[in-house]
């Protein structure tokens, strides 16, 4: 985070709520395109309206898939990823079938992420597994974790911003201790300050969910500003 453009390239900025108008999706669009963002996160039915606004801005569109329950039939998962891809999609932003982990159907759990994560990277895109780690104990998030790890997943993530708690600082830590140098980490869900990103970043995340990539950015803008204004340059 040596500068905003650092900052801004490890955020996606999030926009998922049920009632997201088409205006609201092309205004974070803009967003992302003015400030460099990772990508810009869309519900599958804004999927295009997102690309053809950031056509020419080298911003990708990401997507949600399974979300935010993450229950749905894996042949469903497989085909909403590739109509996403084939729309213009290249962040692909999974939910683990949560409940099949805790009943330790761990096959089954797998299988629904190498669908999604062969798709994928069968059409240039990636993958990033939703974990949901308020709803797992810590013995689920570490098996939670090796499991999309080993499926290919190229992010495991934390959690979808609409269960009962989103990242955190441990759960960050423990999620980069079983993924170590074979993917990246993503915390979203509650962060919404500079404060918030620095403590995820230095504990093992790679990448930002927000709604509110502006704000942080904007943060780290007034301090490296103060800082220009005391120091003469």
Known sequence: MSSPRALAATLDHTLLKADATRAQVLHICEEAAEYRFACAMVNP???STAVAALAGA???VGVVIGFPLGAS???SKVDEA?????LGAHDVDMVMNIGALKS?????????IRGVVEVAHGRGAIVKVILETALLN???KLRASEIAVTAGADFIKTSTGFSTGGATVDDIAQ???VAGSRCGVKASGGIRSLADAQAMLRAGATRIGASASVRI??????????LKATSGY
């Open 217 to 226: 950015v904007q943060e780290l803008t007034g301090d490296a500003d103060a």
């Open 104 to 112: 330790g159907e761990y096959d089954a759990v797998a299988e629904d």
């Open 45 to 47: 039915f804004w999927v």
């Open 175 to 177: 999620m980069r201790g």
């Open 82 to 86: 590739k109509r996403a891809i084939a």
């Open 138 to 140: 810590f013995e689920e």
């Open 58 to 60: 080298d911003v990708p």
């Open 73 to 75: 039939l894996m042949e």
